[in-house]
């Protein structure tokens, strides 16, 4: 058993019976981007938005009911990216207060290059006013006062934006900490990233082979599932809530 092992190792040490060829083959490095036609504007921070909107003095601050319908569906207008390279986008429904305006604008200052990037809002300052009534008071008395604004935002809005001449990985650990720290979901995204989700949505439609889909057994009330279902269902067969 040892000679035999030994002389396969003697093969396979020979240098007739292997041979090596050295291969070095031609890198490619895609050319950098072309960011001539960006121009930074002379304020490429965030603007401060006001905590209460501006009212004529001779106008009380009107009082309004909460109003779901602003934070529920998807949002039909501003859910693509103006300046075409990264933002925030809201993958649910919610509000957004003053506390949040603050926050996402601190942190585009502390980490944006105002050489290179600049910043823009995409959503409104706070204009809906939320009422409330003083700690430990009875029920009745009519609607409390005021206690702040907040501004309702629906699911695939586009909540701000950053361009510039820039990549995207040096914006993503801005833009995640912003998201994470909203006060529903969202995520960072840029362009190719929502180009993407556009094009595999619509493949998997396309591709299902499965016909039992939940629009498909809403609009069939199989099961009986019109008695338990809401008017919200029926319109967006259960993707926004």
Known sequence: MFPRTFRL??????PKTFQFSMNSG??????PKNYDDIEIPERPRLRIYDKVPLYPPNLKPPKMQKRLRYMRGPEQL?????????GIVAISGGRL?????????????RRLDMKRMFGIWRVDPPWQPVTKKGQGQRMGGGKGAIDHYVTPIKSGRIILEIA????????HDMLRIIAERLPFKAEPVSQEIMDKKIADEK???ENNQNKYTLKYIMQNNMAGCHRYLSRY???WHGKYV
């Not at 207060?97 to 200052?109: G, K, Y």
């Not at 510039?164 to 914006?171: D, F, H, L, T």
Request: aromatic share 12%; proline share 4%; with cysteine.
């Open 164 to 171: 510039g001449k820039c990549e995207y990985a040096e914006v």
């Open 78 to 86: 501003h859910n693509t990216l103006q300046l075409k390279q990264y």
């Open 26 to 31: 031609i890198k490619y490095f895609p050319p």
């Open 203 to 205: 493949w998997v439609e």
């Open 97 to 109: 207060r003053h506390e949040h305006f603050e926050m996402a604008r601190l942190q585009v200052a």
């Open 9 to 14: 190792s003697i093969g396979i040490l020979c």
């Open 233 to 235: 269902d029926h319109r």
